[in-house]
């Protein structure tokens, strides 16, 4: 009875410390809508996910999520997403910590968004010395236009003087014939 009873505890403790957590297959319900934006990690050989409620790393063709301190791994970045534990992360993720990786797509970030804001001043001052000149243009176009209508009205008031005075002498011409005869 003895060895019963040892043997019944054995093959408990046994079933509860044979399976601990780490190696569970867990699944995370994670839903993300649209693709992350991810910002590449040159020096550290990844790419990270920015602008994301998670903290979502892509290499090898993989996606992997960090939550709550646990691991995740998918080849979607919709999911299914499966627990991994640490130790099978690839070594390229592995030897950073958590925060690491955060400072660096943070710096990366700023950096990025610093160029892109270079990028769209200069952009927004292209386009308005483009819109400048195209008012410019267009203001040249008018004063161009006025300036050919002006001198068509005035040989048109040239020519209109000069019928009239043709039609004075005519008219003189005419009432001198009339009292030489």
Request: avoid cysteine; proline fraction near 3%.
């Amino acid at each position: 009875m003895m060895k019963k009873t040892i043997w019944i505890a054995v093959g408990i403790a046994g079933m509860l410390l044979g399976n601990p957590a780490g190696d569970a297959k867990a699944e995370l319900n994670v839903r993300i809508g649209s693709r992350p934006e991810f910002v590449e990690l040159r020096d550290l050989g990844f790419s990270v996910a920015v602008g994301s409620p998670y903290d979502i790393v892509y290499y090898g063709n993989l996606y992997y999520l960090n939550q709550n301190g646990l691991w995740y791994r998918s080849s979607d970045y919709r999911g299914p997403w499966m627990n991994v534990r640490e130790n099978q992360l690839p070594p390229t993720i592995r030897i950073h910590r958590l925060d690491d990786i955060r400072r660096f797509r943070d710096t990366e970030y700023r950096g990025i968004e610093s160029r892109r804001t270079l990028e769209q001043r200069r952009s927004d001052e292209n386009n308005k010395r483009n819109l400048d000149q195209q008012r410019s243009d267009e203001n040249n176009k008018r004063n161009l236009d006025q300036q050919r209508s002006d001198e068509n009205n005035k040989r048109k008031l040239d020519q209109q003087r000069s019928d009239e005075n043709n039609k004075r002498k005519l008219d003189q011409q005419r009432s001198d014939e009339n009292r030489d005869r």
